[in-house]
């Protein structure tokens, strides 16, 4: 919705179009005036019928932020790590389950890290003695898995 408000630059509000010079007592309203005064009472109207007044616009404002916050926070679990072989690739906790990509290969799997021999490497959750890498199926970037389900969450 657009802002029906706006500042006139001497630091006083005023209705969008609107001077307060054209509101002033005595005369006489335009059309125009008339017109632009009904379409801010029909969107007042509309927010009233919405059940939105300042104090739940507020709380709807607040509560838009806490859920960006959480959106982000998300965003930075659930993205994926590329695996480069590099020193300063990012890996997850040796046994963590997590989401495996692989290069040439157009599936992801859930798999999991291990230390090994070699330093590390990436495993199906299933098998505990052949890594991909041994099988020759190379993964290029892994995914944290998000929270498990937990009944009572999620408005349930």
């Known amino acids: 919705m657009q802002r029906l408000t706006e500042n006139d630059g001497k630091g ?5 179009g609107l001077p307060w010079e054209e509101l002033a007592p005595g005369k006489a309203l335009t059309a125009e005036a008339c017109q632009l005064l009904y379409g801010a009472l029909c969107k007042l109207k509309d927010l009233e019928d919405a059940g ?8 709807i ?8 916050k959480e ?3 998300l965003k930075k679990k659930m993205k994926w790590r590329p695996i480069t072989g590099g020193e300063d690739d990012e890996l997850p906790e040796p046994g963590e389950c997590v989401i495996v990509s692989f290069h040439e ?10 230390e090994d021999r070699t330093g590390g ?3 199906p959750v299933d098998d505990n003695i052949v890594s991909y890498a041994e099988d020759d199926v190379f993964v ?10 937990r009944p ?5």
């Not at 404002?61 to 960006?68: E, G, S, T, V």
């Open 52 to 59: 939105l007044n300042p104090k739940s616009a507020e709380a």
């Open 152 to 156: 009572g969450q999620d408005g349930d």
């Open 12 to 16: 006083t509000w005023q209705l969008k």
């Open 140 to 149: 290029n970037a892994w995914m944290s898995l998000p929270e498990p389900y």
């Open 121 to 123: 490497a990436f495993y």
């Open 71 to 73: 959106v982000n926070e």
């Open 105 to 114: 290969y157009p599936l992801i799997e859930f798999g999991r890290y291990q």
């Open 61 to 68: 404002d607040w509560l838009y932020l806490q859920k960006c």
